[in-house]
């Protein structure tokens, strides 16, 4: 009897996550993880392949730098260039393959160690034009940007984030550790319909749970807004914090900025 003959490869990918219902497949919508399927079919033909994705983004996320682990079975990639080439050619608009390599059969895109940076982009104090809406998320009410900003420090090291955690289980992991936290003016990201001022919370960690950076930003616009106080979101990382977040942030604002395996 002859075995398939495995070959191993990470892509890295961009998309514009705001008309998918999210990374994964799910019967009857638009996902990511669909649209990346249908092509590599389309273009691998009988080739048998499958996909698997480094994490989940939510309906309406987008991704910078998002990654993926190609299995081909019995017909390995020759040239790299005309396989991302072909690709490209053939995905929708609104993602882009970045590169790809070659890797052995002990790694593993889910297990394996990996930093990921998230970037939520937003303004506040005005209605923007309304092609910021897939990658802006706008607070029509002014903010204290600069109370925001001490409170996103406060996320920094490692917490309990059992109050960051969209219905939170009894039994989840909820020590995590927040390796950098900091809200900066946005120049990142630009165009000439932006507004002449945005700001971006940028949030890199090694694993984050249903919801988190979308919760910990919600938190942050309440700070801004005056209904909460630093004190409030220092109770709520304390292993004892029996709050729970209310406030999920827009999704259309969240943007998976980088993933690096260690």
């Known amino acids: 009897m002859a075995f398939d003959k495995r070959y191993y490869y990470l892509i890295k990918l961009q998309y514009l996550g705001y008309r998918f219902h999210g990374w994964q497949k799910q019967p009857d919508v638009k996902t990511i993880h669909l649209m990346i399927d249908r092509t590599l079919k389309f273009i ?6 499958k996909t698997l994705g480094a994490g989940r983004t939510d309906a309406m996320v987008s991704a910078n730098e998002a990654a993926l682990e190609l299995f ?22 609104d993602i882009r393959a970045l590169s790809i390599k070659e890797v052995d059969k002990n790694f593993n895109i889910i297990q394996d160690s990996k930093i990921k940076e998230y970037h939520y982009v937003f303004s506040e104090g005005q209605k923007n034009h309304p092609f910021c809406a897939p990658i802006l998320t706008t607070i029509l009410e002014p903010l204290d940007v600069e109370l925001m900003k001490k409170g996103a420090l406060l996320f920094k090291g490692t917490h309990y984030f059992k109050s960051y955690c969209y219905k939170a289980t009894a039994t989840g992991e909820f020590v995590r550790t927040i390796e950098d936290c900091e809200l900066t003016e946005n120049t990142d990201y630009t165009a000439n319909f932006f507004p002449e001022k945005s700001y971006v919370l940028k949030v890199k960690g090694k694993g984050f749970m249903r919801n988190q950076i979308r919760l910990m930003f919600g938190v942050l616009i309440k700070l801004g807004r005056g209904e909460v106080d630093l004190d409030y979101i220092k109770t709520s990382l304390s292993n004892d914090s029996t709050e729970v977040m209310d406030y999920i942030a827009p ?12």
């Open 72 to 93: 081909i079975y019995n017909a390995p990639i020759k040239d790299f260039d005309e396989f991302l080439a072909l690709f490209n050619h053939n995905l929708p608009q």
């Open 251 to 262: 999704a259309s604002g969240l943007i998976l900025h980088a993933i690096d395996f260690e």
């Open 44 to 49: 691998l033909k009988d080739i048998k392949f």
